[in-house]
């Protein structure tokens, strides 16, 4: 190993002598063992030897025996993490070696700059150096940081080079160009001087960083030591990294002020496909809880993200790729690292070093060494020359980021980083305008109005959510729009005429912004704005506790614009347009037409595979939003994926239920039956009416004027006259309330009076494969609208030389000749196929299987239908199915009459020519 020049380059790195002599005592150890770590022998490098050390915390507790060549004493896990961090420290010293700074060295190398900086040590004082030699020059811009303190630069280099025999005097600049280029930290003291000058301004009361009061705590440490805890604690639970990672990532960007990552960044995460939301808080955990050397958790973290943004995620660009990556384990270990943001990064790069930082558009792990040294050799300067006592590398990225914020409001006292979770370009701006809006209740966990309190404090929490509660509080992002409010039901004093039906009524008892993101599920901050009055609401209203609104329907708007903006309601309108006001128009507005008030009970229908599935997402979606038909997101295959998303977030909100009939399912489950509870004296239990999902559904549409979509899939598969029994009345559209003939009637468990609202729509699907349409029940069919849904083989291509499409309607061709056009195959087993190998695995798992059950496994019928079928009596190798005549038993062989029997395989491999004609 090169001893001398890896210690250079510690001692340049600016490594503390602790570290130094760790490193140095382990990688001499790691050099006698697997043999000269600068020639090792052909196929072993430093990084299997790396590897050949691993060894984790499932090896500990499972009591795996040491893999290294020497014996080690103490701590087995602990030891082999530290051997292998130093053959990092190495690989990172030969990379620094092959990839030197640019500028002339003047052929000095690092350990001629460390005798000069000893002999300057040895002189006494500074001056004393300088006046021992001749042309050393008195020190100005630039000086070189060591351990702590201060060396004139060009003294130091000229000094160096008339030992080493040479006559050059290079200038302050070439000076410095030859350091840096040698792997020192060189620093422009007047521009750091005028940080520092800065930093004190602002943090008057300043004396050290380990002061647990005055403005740097308050502002700056108190809050990253919190978060500090909480990261750590999540790291090491039991949670599994997808939701360790998550948790993580929200406490670093929506989990308090000043955060180092992006919220914009989180909501894109959550809108991206399943598979790359996992992956991305997985790294993110593995960041958090990585067995590795920290530089050596932030070099893979990174790369992994930079993956993720190839593979779809495209927030993640250069400076959030480091973000995160960096935050993260700096977190976890602010010893080695800190919270970062590329902006602060490069100006402190630029101002003190005169150095552009990161430059390179994909991340290169020489370029965060050279971050990490600069961060270390502040450090250094900040505990030894200035006294400053730094408790680790996050006091030098809070001096940096008071220092330079160029925002800093004097008025306040504090940072512009304070509202930096706050949008603040026209970009963010404009997303937050898209919503959503948040409307949350007044009440705290029960009756209790928590108004003044929340004001008070500058917050709205939960005492206990339910799982959907703290989700939604999950979602809400610094900078959304925020009104508290409570909601209720007038008869009497409303300013229109109700005559003397109920009206729902919503008061906005105060409005703000969203600044923070406590991150556990149940609190955010909010800016409340003073000298607000309260205000009702009428109509269009929400009762449970927390309302997402968005701004995508007539009524959205208007609340927005009355909650928000001032806007006045104008109640004509809403009885125009409410569903179930429609028999009770005001004077001004002429009666509603009825067709846009008519609720919608429909049932999509067709053969297996006809995207009923979609339809089904694409008409709730529809209603829910007030869309056209003909809407982009309903109609665009390409964006499927988002009308999923657009459905999940409908259902999580309760406006759109989903149930599954099936030969079981009865009254009680889907409308309200008797349920036993225990006694409270523990000894036996009563019956209690509980409410199934369509009392449920009702209820909530009833009191909200937002559609809400009850989805039952396979409606057929169930007793429809018991399932519904007199409700089945009420589900007609001219039966429900609000309409010119509505009606209650009173449920015969709970002994409620039940009516179906308006706005609450129907859908339901049925397989014709499963149960002809003819054979529903008569009530059913005279209640619903049928949309036959039929195999669609024009929505498919060509796929690695075989037509999809004319093979489907081929098949199809011959089931309708063979069976009857309820039984075709439908085009969605096949739209996902990319290859040859897709299609063979639908005709192999998802088709053939079908077949045989249309045909009750008459093989036969399977093999005609797709095109094997042989009117011979042998033997046939076919494209799909092979026929081996079977001989009769003995005894049986006599019947000459008697027709021939076979034996029927699928092939291994199938072949689409006789099917297609060829």
């Known amino acids: 190993m090169r001893e001398a020049e890896f210690k250079a380059w510690l001692e340049a790195e600016g490594y503390s002598t602790a570290t130094i002599n760790t490193q140095m005592a ?24 790396r590897a ?54 003047y052929d000095l190398t690092p350990q001629d700059v460390l005798d000069a900086i000893d002999r300057c040590n040895s002189a006494g004082s500074m001056e004393a150096f300088i006046a021992s030699r001749e042309g050393l020059g008195d020190p100005a811009k630039f000086w070189l940081l060591h351990r702590g303190r201060r060396y004139p630069s060009s003294a130091i280099v000229r000094d160096a080079l008339s030992r080493n025999g040479g006559s050059a005097l290079p200038d302050e600049a070439q000076c410095k160009a030859t350091l840096d280029a040698l792997g020192f930290v060189v620093i422009d003291w007047p521009a750091f001087e005028s940080l520092r000058k800065t930093f004190l301004t602002r943090m008057a009361d300043f004396e050290d960083f380990h002061r647990q009061d005055g403005k740097y705590w308050t502002i700056e440490r108190r809050d990253k030591n919190q978060l500090i805890e909480k990261v750590r604690t999540i790291a090491e639970s039991s949670a599994d ?76 660009r250069r400076g959030e790729v480091l973000a995160i990556a960096i935050s993260v384990v700096g977190t976890v270990h602010p010893e080695t690292a800190t919270w970062f943001k590329i902006s602060r990064i490069e100006a402190m790069g630029q101002r003190l070093f005169g150095r552009k930082l990161f430059a390179h558009p994909q991340f290169q792990p020489t370029h965060l060494d050279e971050y990490l040294q600069l961060t270390r050799a502040l450090f250094g300067l900040f505990a030894t020359e200035l006294n400053w006592n730094p408790v680790d590398l996050f006091d030098v990225q809070g001096f940096v980021w008071v220092a330079l914020d160029e925002k800093w409001t004097e008025e306040d006292d504090a940072p512009a980083q304070e509202s930096a979770t706050l949008p603040s370009t026209n970009e963010e701006r404009e997303a937050l305008q898209r919503g959503p809006y948040w409307f949350v209740g007044a009440s705290y966990g029960g009756r209790d109005d928590q108004a003044e309190r929340f004001l008070a404090e500058g917050i709205w929490d939960i005492g206990s959510p339910s799982d959907r509660q703290r989700k939604q509080i999950l979602r809400m992002q610094p900078g959304e729009r925020i009104a508290m409010k409570a909601t209720y039901v007038r008869r009497n004093g409303l300013p229109f005429e109700n005559r003397g039906r109920t009206v729902s009524v919503m008061q906005i008892k105060a409005i703000g912004t969203i600044t923070a993101n406590a991150g556990d599920g149940k609190s955010v901050s909010v800016a409340w704005e003073s000298g607000y009055n309260p205000r009702e609401w009428y109509h269009y209203t929400y009762q449970p506790t927390i309302w997402q609104v968005y701004p995508n329907n007539e009524m959205a708007k208007r609340l927005i614009r009355f909650a928000f903006d001032g806007e006045t309601q104008d109640y004509s309108w809403f009885l125009q347009n409410l569903s179930h006001w429609g028999g009770l128009p005001t004077e001004e507005a002429p009666a509603p037409d009825p067709v846009e008030r008519s609720p919608l009970n429909l049932i999509l229908y067709g ?49 759109i239920g989903f149930v599954t009939f099936h030969q079981n399912y009865a009254y009680e489950d889907f409308v309200e039956g008797l349920r036993p509870k225990p006694l409270a004296d523990g000894v036996g239990f009563t019956l209690v009416a509980e409410p199934g999902i369509l009392r449920r559904m009702a209820e909530a549409a009833e009191a909200s004027a937002e559609e809400h979509v009850l989805v039952i899939d396979e409606i057929n598969r169930a007793n429809i006259s018991k399932v519904f029994g007199e409700l089945i009345t009420l589900i007609e559209p001219d039966k429900r309330l609000g309409m010119d003939e509505g009606m209650r009637l009173i449920l015969p468990y709970s002994g409620a009076r039940f009516g179906m609202p308006a706005n609450l729509h129907i859908i339901g699907t049925m397989n014709t494969a499963d149960r002809s349409i003819a054979l529903l ?24 030389g075989i037509n999809l499409a004319a093979m489907l309607a081929t ?21 996902g196929c990319r290859n040859r190998a897709d299609v063979d695995a639908v005709m192999r798992h998802k088709v053939i299987p079908l077949l045989a059950e249309y045909f009750y496994e008459d093989w036969a019928k399977v093999a005609t239908v797709l095109g094997d079928g042989n009117n011979g009596e042998g033997p046939q190798d076919a494209g799909f199915i092979d026929r081996q005549p079977l001989r009769a038993p003995d005894g049986m062989g006599g019947n000459e009459d008697a027709a021939p029997r076979y034996r029927w395989r699928v092939r291994e491999r199938f072949n689409y020519d006789r099917l297609m004609g060829k």
Not at 31 to 41: I, K, M, T, V
Request: aromatic share 8%; net charge negative.
């Open 241 to 316: 990294d997808r939701s360790a990672g998550e948790q993580i990532y929200r406490l670093l960007s929506v989990g308090g002020q000043g955060l180092p990552l992006s919220w914009r960044t989180l909501d894109e995460v959550q809108k991206a496909d399943t598979d790359l939301r996992d992956r991305f808080y997985t790294v993110v955990a593995t960041l958090a809880r990585s067995d590795d050397d920290p530089l050596a958790a932030i070099t893979n973290g990174a790369k992994a993200l930079e993956q993720l943004k190839i593979d779809g995620i495209d927030g993640l």
């Open 777 to 800: 029940d008569t009530a059913l069919r005279r209640r619903f609208a049928f949309r036959e849904l039929m195999p669609d083989a024009s929505l498919l291509g060509t796929v690695d």
């Open 811 to 831: 098949i199809n061709e011959r089931i309708e000749y063979l069976f009857d056009r309820e039984h075709q195959i439908g085009h969605a087993y096949f739209i």
């Open 607 to 655: 053969p297996p595979g006809t995207g009923k599935t979609y339809r089904t997402m694409a008409e709730a979606v529809r209603l829910c939003h007030g869309l056209t038909d003909g809407d982009p997101l309903l109609t665009d295959p390409a964006r499927r994926q988002e009308l999923r998303k657009v459905y999940e977030e409908l259902r999580g909100q309760g406006q």
């Open 52 to 105: 050949s050390l691993a060894y984790s915390k499932a090896d500990q507790r499972a009591g795996r025996p040491s893999p290294c060549k020497f014996a080690i004493e103490g701590d087995l896990y602990d030891n082999l993490a530290h051997y292998r961090a130093a053959l990092n420290f190495y690989r990172r010293f030969l990379d620094a070696r092959s990839a030197a700074r640019a500028g002339s060295t």
């Open 26 to 49: 382990d990688v001499r150890r790691l050099d006698r063992a697997y043999g000269n770590l600068d020639d090792l022998p052909d196929g072993q490098t430093l990084a299997s030897i």
